[in-house]
C-alpha cells in the first residue's frame, strides 16, 4: 500500500464518506460470507453438543458425548487412517511426479502449448465425471483389466475397487491423475518466475542440466512447493467427492478408503444424527485447523517476507 | 536446449494419453452399444452408434438439467464477481483499521472448503426454507467462492498505478467514480479469471447440491449424471454418453480462456 498523495489534505483518519464507501462495498461480501461460512462453522460447535434429528430446537443436550462417540469409534479411527496415508501418499506421489513433469515441460519443446492444456483437462472435469469413469473403467469386467488381458498380462488382472490391500492405492492412483496436472501448473508458473540468467550463468560455469535443476531450480521453487504442499494437505484431509462417487456410503468403509468426510456424511446425513454429524465435521475443523496452522508457523512463515509476497 | 530429446517427447507422449485415456474413452465408449462393451471392455466402436448421444440429447431430463447447472453457474459468477471485485477494491485501495483483520477472515475461508460446514450449512439452509431449491445451492456458493476470487483480485486492483487514481481526484472524481470509471475497466482480466474459476467449480459441485437439492427436478449436472448412472448401471453405453455430454460446457469453457486460468492461478500463488 502507498502512502496517501499529497494532493488533497487529508484529516486524520477517515471521514464518514469514506467509511459509508467501505461499509456499502465491502457489506455485502461480509454478509454473504460471515452467513453462509463463519456462522455455520460456528453452530456445528452448538449442535455437536446434542442428540438431534435436525427437526426443530434441538433439546437433548448431551455433553460430550457425540465427541466421546467418536473418538471411540473404531471407523472413524480407520477414517481418520485413510486421511493420514492419503495425505502422505499425495505429497509423496504427486510432488515428485509433478515437479518432474514441470521440469520437463519447462525445457523448449514442440507441442508445449497443447501439453499444458491437456495436462490440465483431468481437472477441469468433475469429480463424478472422474469417479464415473474410473469406476467404470476399473471394475472387474472393465476396460483395464481387458487391456491387461489383450497384452498378455492377464494375471495382473485385478478387483481395483474393492480388494482392501489395493483400493488405496486404486484411489491414489485416481487422485494423482486428477490433481497432478493443477501442481504441474503451478510448478510451470513458478519455474517462469526465476531468472534464466541463473542457469545460463550456471551453464556457462559448466554445470549440467541436473545440476542446475538441483541446485537452482529447486531451492527457488521452494516457495511455490510450500504452498502447493498445503493446498494438498487441506485437500486431502477434507477428500470427499471421488469416495463417495466411486465407492459409496457403504463400500468405502470395507474397502479401506473411507476419509473423515465419508464417515460425517454416513454418521450425520445419512443415518440422520445431525447433532453428531456437526460433531464430526467439529472434529475435522479443528484437525485441519491444527494442521494447517502448524504448518503455517512453522514451514510457511519463512515465505511471509519473502517470494511469495514479494513477486508482486 | 534447443537440443531435441526424444526421451522428452516420448514422456510427454505418454503422459498425454494417461492423461486423455479416460476421457477419449468416455467419449469414443458412448458410440458403443452394450454387447460390444460386454464382449470387448477396451474396444473401438464397430460399428459406430450415436443413438446413446441422440437419446440423451432428445431427454428431458437432461437438458433440465443442463438448465438449472447453467443458472446456478451464472448466477453465481455474476455474484461472486461483484461482490468480490467491491470488497477487493475496499481491501486493495482503501486504509482503515481493520483491513488486515478483514483480509485474513476471507484468507482463511480458502483453507476450508464447503466439506467442513456442510452439515450446519445445510441446517442453515433448511432453516431459510430453501432446500431444493436453486438459490440454496447458489447462496453458499457464492459465500465459498468469495475468498479465492477476492485473493485474486485484491494484487490486481493493487496494481493499478497510483498516478491513474490521483489524476482521477485532480478530476474531482470521487472514490466511488474512480471505482466506475477506471478501476473496473482495468480490472477485467482480473474479473474473468476469477469468474471463470468460479464458474467451472460451480459446474463441477458436487457436495453441496448433494446435501440441498433431493428432488430429481432441481437436479444439476453432477447429480444427474450419478442418479443415471445408478438408474441405468446396466446400460454402460448410455452412461458413457451423459456424462461425455455432462463434461463439454466446462471443456469448452477451458480451452477458450485456458491462458487466462493459468495466469490467474499464478497470480493467486505469488499473492
Same mark, same amino acid.
Given at each position: 500500500?502507498?502512502?496517501?498523495?499529497?494532493?488533497?489534505?487529508?484529516?486524520?483518519?477517515?471521514?464518514?464518506?469514506?467509511? %459509508?464507501? !467501505?461499509?456499502? @462495498?465491502?457489506?455485502?461480501?461480509?454478509?454473504?460470507? $460471515?452467513? *453462509?461460512?463463519?456462522?455455520?462453522? /460456528?453452530?456445528?460447535?452448538?449442535?455437536?453438543?446434542?442428540?438431534?434429528?435436525?427437526?426443530?430446537?434441538?433439546?437433548?443436550?448431551?455433553?460430550?458425548?457425540?465427541?466421546?462417540?467418536?473418538?471411540?469409534?473404531?471407523?472413524?479411527?480407520?477414517?481418520?487412517?485413510?486421511?493420514?496415508?492419503?495425505?502422505?501418499?499425495?505429497?509423496?506421489?504427486?510432488?515428485?511426479?509433478?515437479?518432474?513433469?514441470?521440469?520437463?515441460?519447462?525445457?523448449?519443446?514442440?507441442?508445449?502449448?497443447?501439453?499444458?492444456?491437456?495436462?490440465?483437462?483431468?481437472?477441469?472435469?468433475?469429480?463424478?465425471?472422474?469417479?464415473?469413469?474410473?469406476?467404470?473403467?476399473?471394475?472387474?469386467?472393465?476396460?483395464?483389466?481387458?487391456?491387461?488381458?489383450?497384452?498378455?498380462?492377464?494375471?495382473?488382472?485385478?478387483?481395483?475397487?474393492?480388494?482392501?490391500? %489395493?483400493? !488405496?492405492?486404486? @484411489?491414489?492412483?485416481?487422485?494423482?491423475?486428477?490433481? $497432478?496436472? *493443477?501442481?504441474?501448473?503451478?510448478? /510451470?508458473?513458478?519455474?517462469?518466475?526465476?531468472?534464466?540468467?541463473?542457469?545460463?550463468?550456471?551453464?556457462?560455469?559448466?554445470?549440467?542440466?541436473?545440476?542446475?535443476?538441483?541446485?537452482?531450480?529447486?531451492?527457488?521453487?521452494?516457495?511455490?512447493?510450500?504452498?502447493?504442499?498445503?493446498?494438498?494437505?487441506?485437500?486431502?484431509?477434507?477428500?470427499?467427492?471421488?469416495?463417495?462417487?466411486?465407492?459409496?456410503?457403504?463400500?468405502?468403509?470395507?474397502?479401506?478408503?473411507?476419509?473423515?468426510?465419508?464417515?460425517?456424511?454416513?454418521?450425520?446425513?445419512?443415518?440422520?444424527?445431525?447433532?453428531?454429524?456437526?460433531?464430526?465435521?467439529?472434529?475435522?475443523?479443528?484437525?485441519?485447523?491444527?494442521?494447517?496452522?502448524?504448518?503455517?508457523?512453522?514451514?510457511?512463515?519463512?515465505?511471509?517476507?519473502?517470494?511469495?509476497?514479494?513477486?508482486? | 536446449?534447443?537440443?531435441?530429446?526424444?526421451?522428452?517427447?516420448?514422456?510427454?507422449?505418454?503422459?498425454?494419453?494417461?492423461?486423455?485415456?479416460?476421457?477419449?474413452?468416455?467419449?469414443?465408449?458412448?458410440?458403443?452399444?452394450?454387447?460390444?462393451?460386454?464382449?470387448?471392455?477396451?474396444?473401438?466402436?464397430?460399428?459406430?452408434?450415436?443413438?446413446?448421444?441422440?437419446?440423451?440429447?432428445?431427454?428431458?431430463?437432461?437438458?433440465?438439467?443442463?438448465?438449472?447447472?447453467?443458472?446456478?453457474?451464472?448466477?453465481?459468477?455474476?455474484?461472486?464477481?461483484?461482490?468480490?471485485?467491491?470488497?477487493?477494491?475496499?481491501?486493495?485501495?482503501?486504509?482503515?483499521?481493520?483491513?488486515?483483520?478483514?483480509?485474513?477472515?476471507?484468507?482463511?475461508?480458502?483453507?476450508?472448503?464447503?466439506?467442513?460446514?456442510?452439515?450446519?450449512?445445510?441446517?442453515?439452509?433448511?432453516?431459510?426454507?430453501?432446500?431444493?431449491?436453486?438459490?440454496?445451492?447458489?447462496?453458499?456458493?457464492?459465500?465459498?467462492?468469495?475468498?479465492?476470487?477476492?485473493?485474486?483480485?485484491?494484487?490486481?486492483?493493487?496494481?493499478?498505478?497510483?498516478?491513474?487514481?490521483?489524476?482521477?481526484?485532480?478530476?474531482?472524481?470521487?472514490?466511488?467514480?474512480?471505482?466506475?470509471?477506471?478501476?473496473?475497466?482495468?480490472?477485467?482480466?482480473?474479473?474473468?479469471?476469477?469468474?471463470?474459476?468460479?464458474?467451472?467449480?460451480?459446474?463441477?459441485?458436487?457436495?453441496?447440491?448433494?446435501?440441498?437439492?433431493?428432488?430429481?427436478?432441481?437436479?444439476?449436472?453432477?447429480?444427474?449424471?450419478?442418479?443415471?448412472?445408478?438408474?441405468?448401471?446396466?446400460?454402460?453405453?448410455?452412461?458413457?454418453?451423459?456424462?461425455?455430454?455432462?463434461?463439454?460446457?466446462?471443456?469448452?469453457?477451458?480451452?477458450?480462456?485456458?491462458?487466462?486460468?493459468?495466469?490467474?492461478?499464478?497470480?493467486?500463488?505469488?499473492?
Amino acid at each position: 500500500m502507498q502512502a496517501p498523495p499529497p494532493l488533497r489534505p487529508r484529516r486524520r483518519g477517515i471521514g464518514w464518506a469514506q467509511r %459509508l464507501e !467501505i461499509v456499502a @462495498l465491502s457489506g455485502p461480501a461480509i454478509l454473504v460470507f $460471515v452467513s *453462509f461460512v463463519i456462522f455455520p462453522v /460456528l453452530m456445528a460447535a452448538y449442535y455437536g453438543f446434542y442428540r438431534w434429528k435436525g427437526y426443530g430446537v434441538p433439546t437433548n443436550f448431551v455433553g460430550l458425548d457425540n465427541y466421546k462417540t467418536i473418538l471411540q469409534d473404531t471407523a472413524f479411527h480407520e477414517a481418520l487412517w485413510h486421511n493420514a496415508e492419503i495425505l502422505v501418499l499425495s505429497l509423496v506421489l504427486q510432488g515428485p511426479v509433478a515437479i518432474g513433469l514441470a521440469l520437463l515441460l519447462n525445457r523448449r519443446m514442440r507441442g508445449q502449448s497443447v501439453i499444458r492444456v491437456l495436462i490440465f483437462v483431468p481437472y477441469v472435469i468433475s469429480e463424478v465425471i472422474t469417479g464415473t469413469a474410473w469406476a467404470l473403467i476399473l471394475q472387474t469386467n472393465g476396460a483395464a483389466n481387458d487391456i491387461l488381458r489383450s497384452i498378455g498380462l492377464g494375471g495382473l488382472a485385478e478387483d481395483w475397487l474393492a480388494n482392501p490391500k %489395493l483400493a !488405496i492405492w486404486t @484411489l491414489m492412483f485416481i487422485l494423482t491423475w486428477k490433481y $497432478v496436472g *493443477f501442481a504441474v501448473i503451478l510448478f /510451470l508458473a513458478g519455474m517462469q518466475n526465476i531468472p534464466a540468467e541463473l542457469a545460463e550463468a550456471a551453464a556457462v560455469d559448466g554445470a549440467s542440466f541436473w545440476q542446475i535443476q538441483r541446485h537452482i531450480t529447486l531451492p527457488l521453487l521452494g516457495p511455490t512447493i510450500r504452498i502447493w504442499a498445503f493446498l494438498s494437505i487441506i485437500g486431502s484431509l477434507q477428500l470427499f467427492d471421488l469416495v463417495y462417487i466411486i465407492w459409496g456410503q457403504y463400500v468405502a468403509s470395507t474397502a479401506g478408503t473411507s476419509t473423515m468426510a465419508t464417515y460425517m456424511v454416513v454418521e450425520g446425513r445419512n443415518a440422520a444424527n445431525y447433532g453428531y454429524g456437526n460433531a464430526v465435521a467439529v472434529v475435522l475443523f479443528v484437525i485441519s485447523m491444527v494442521i494447517a496452522l502448524i504448518y503455517q508457523r512453522f514451514v510457511l512463515r519463512r515465505d511471509t517476507e519473502g517470494a511469495l509476497t514479494g513477486g508482486q | 536446449m534447443a537440443r531435441r530429446n526424444p526421451f522428452v517427447y516420448l514422456v510427454a507422449l505418454l503422459l498425454i494419453g494417461v492423461m486423455l485415456g479416460p476421457v477419449l474413452y468416455i467419449i469414443v465408449g458412448g458410440f458403443r452399444t452394450n454387447s460390444q462393451i460386454t464382449v470387448s471392455p477396451a474396444g473401438l466402436p464397430d460399428p459406430w452408434v450415436a443413438g446413446n448421444y441422440t437419446e440423451i440429447l432428445g431427454s428431458e431430463n437432461f437438458w433440465r438439467q443442463v438448465g438449472n447447472s447453467t443458472i446456478v453457474a451464472v448466477v453465481t459468477t455474476a455474484a461472486v464477481v461483484a461482490l468480490g471485485v467491491m470488497a477487493s477494491y475496499v481491501l486493495a485501495r482503501y486504509k482503515f483499521r481493520g483491513r488486515g483483520a478483514m483480509y485474513a477472515l476471507f484468507a482463511a475461508g480458502l483453507m476450508f472448503p464447503a466439506t467442513v460446514a456442510i452439515t450446519p450449512l445445510y441446517i442453515l439452509v433448511k432453516n431459510l426454507g430453501l432446500v431444493n431449491t436453486l438459490p440454496g445451492v447458489i447462496l453458499p456458493q457464492i459465500a465459498f467462492a468469495l475468498p479465492a476470487t477476492i485473493i485474486i483480485l485484491v494484487p490486481f486492483l493493487q496494481a493499478i498505478p497510483k498516478e491513474i487514481e490521483e489524476a482521477a481526484m485532480i478530476d474531482r472524481c470521487s472514490r466511488l467514480g474512480f471505482f466506475w470509471r477506471m478501476v473496473l475497466p482495468l480490472s477485467v482480466p482480473g474479473l474473468i479469471t476469477s469468474g471463470i474459476l468460479a464458474f467451472i467449480n460451480s459446474w463441477n459441485s458436487y457436495l453441496l447440491p448433494l446435501f440441498i437439492l433431493n428432488n430429481q427436478d432441481t437436479f444439476t449436472l453432477p447429480l444427474g449424471v450419478q442418479a443415471f448412472a445408478s438408474q441405468y448401471s446396466v446400460d454402460t453405453a448410455k452412461v458413457l454418453a451423459f456424462t461425455s455430454l455432462s463434461m463439454i460446457p466446462a471443456l469448452v469453457f477451458f480451452s477458450l480462456f485456458e491462458r487466462r486460468i493459468v495466469g490467474g492461478l499464478t497470480g493467486a500463488v505469488k499473492g
